[in-house]
């Protein structure tokens, strides 16, 4: 991947690349152009007037242009923040009503395009204050995550850090990537080592994280992301999980060992246990929400010719949840383990009992 170069992180650098790259998008996005990629909808991001956006997340051309597989890629993430815009709003409300910055985790960011994406519409169309904050365990896109924002110049509002779940301190990432002592004196953002916590960030209180999002993390890593969002409290979760192996791997297990129950056929059909098993997953993923005071929904967000992958579990915190609907959330899951084998998933056991 490319790396920052010095010409890249000077000012004037950005100036220009992102004078440059409007330029050749307005003289290849004609009204007729921009109305055969529209075909009758409404664009979230028009290519002429988010061309330094769409560049940098690798949608444009150098030329303008966006050809067929970006134009897929395009939508995806169009859509993606379609979705999420109702519950969006109320995020961003709450934070203007508490004047503070609205705080969001990308687990598992790997090239981060909705976090990107939410950056931009946060500071060009919907004129709010963020503060974003990208984890993920690859060294090598942590950097290209930090070209790309350098670029847009929102390396102030969005910060990167390799990392694990497990290794994520809330606290101590937000005063180490958000603090006075975070940015440099020319008031760019400085990459400091994830494992150098100064005093302060070591001392740090956790933040109010408003939202928390994880994109295709793979299996047992979607849970980790839940458990995390609901430790934190957020007010707003958004995952579309990924390869959930979890219960295929126990389903197979009691197929070995000759085990009977009414999933049995399931267990024994290697490639239904994992199409059924994802899907299974997902629904346990659901009501373990339902069960930690969440509203919870699981659709389709990209069209199944695309990719497999397509679920969205949208979850809201949901206040006026009462213990005894939790309770009765966590006896559901409790039954839906019992009805396909007993074999449970990671998220129960990082939630504890309702």
Same mark, same amino acid.
């Given at each position: 991947m490319p790396r920052i170069t010095p010409d890249e992180d000077l000012p004037e650098f950005r100036?220009?690349?992102e004078r440059e790259t409007i330029a050749?998008?307005?003289e290849h996005w004609t009204p007729e152009r921009t109305a055969q990629l529209a075909d009758g909808k409404a664009l979230l991001l028009p290519p002429a007037s988010n061309a330094p956006l769409l560049r940098a997340l690798g949608l444009l051309h150098r030329?303008?242009?966006? $050809? $067929?597989? &970006?134009?897929?890629k395009f939508w995806q993430v169009c859509h993606m923040v379609t979705l999420l815009s109702a519950q969006l709003r #109320?995020? +961003?409300?709450?934070?203007? @009503?508490s004047q503070e910055p609205i705080r969001i985790v990308d687990v598992g960011c790997g090239r981060s395009y909705l976090t990107v994406v939410l950056a931009w519409m946060a500071k060009h169309q919907w004129h709010v204050p963020v503060q974003v904050l990208g984890i993920d365990r690859n060294p090598d896109v942590i950097e290209e995550c930090y070209r790309r924002v350098r670029l847009l110049q929102l390396d102030d509002c969005v910060r990167f850090m390799h990392s694990t779940v497990e290794e994520f301190a809330p606290a101590q990432a937000w005063a180490l990537h958000y603090s006075a002592a975070a940015t440099d004196s020319s008031g760019d953002a400085t990459t400091a080592a994830p494992h150098v916590v100064p005093t302060a960030a070591a001392q740090a209180v956790v933040p109010t994280i408003h939202a928390v999002i994880a994109l295709h993390a793979c299996d047992t890593a979607t849970c980790d992301a839940l458990a995390l969002a609901v430790r934190v409290d957020a007010q707003l979760i958004a995952v579309a999980p990924c390869c959930q192996a979890e219960l295929a791997r126990g389903w197979a297990a009691l197929a070995e060992r000759a085990?009977?129950?009414? +999933? @049995?056929?399931?267990? !024994?059909?290697? !490639?239904?246990?994992?199409?059924t098993g994802a899907d299974i997953t997902d629904a346990m993923r659901a009501v373990l929400l339902r069960s930690a005071g969440y509203n919870?929904?699981?659709?389709? +967000?990209? $069209?199944s010719e695309h990719t497999r992958k397509n679920t969205l579990i949208r979850a809201v915190r949901n206040? #006026?949840?009462?213990?005894? &609907?939790q309770r009765a959330h966590r006896a559901e899951? #409790?039954?839906?383990? @019992? @009805?396909?084998?007993?074999?449970g998933i990671a998220l129960a056991k990082s939630l504890g009992p309702a």
């Open positions: 100036v220009n690349w050749r998008a307005q030329d303008g242009s966006m $050809p $067929p597989k &970006q134009v897929r #109320d995020v +961003f409300a709450n934070g203007k @009503a085990e009977v129950g009414a +999933f @049995a056929a399931i267990w !024994h059909t290697p !490639h239904l246990r994992r199409e919870v929904s699981a659709i389709e +967000f990209v $069209p206040p #006026d949840t009462t213990p005894e &609907q899951y #409790d039954n839906l383990v @019992a @009805a396909t084998g007993g074999i």
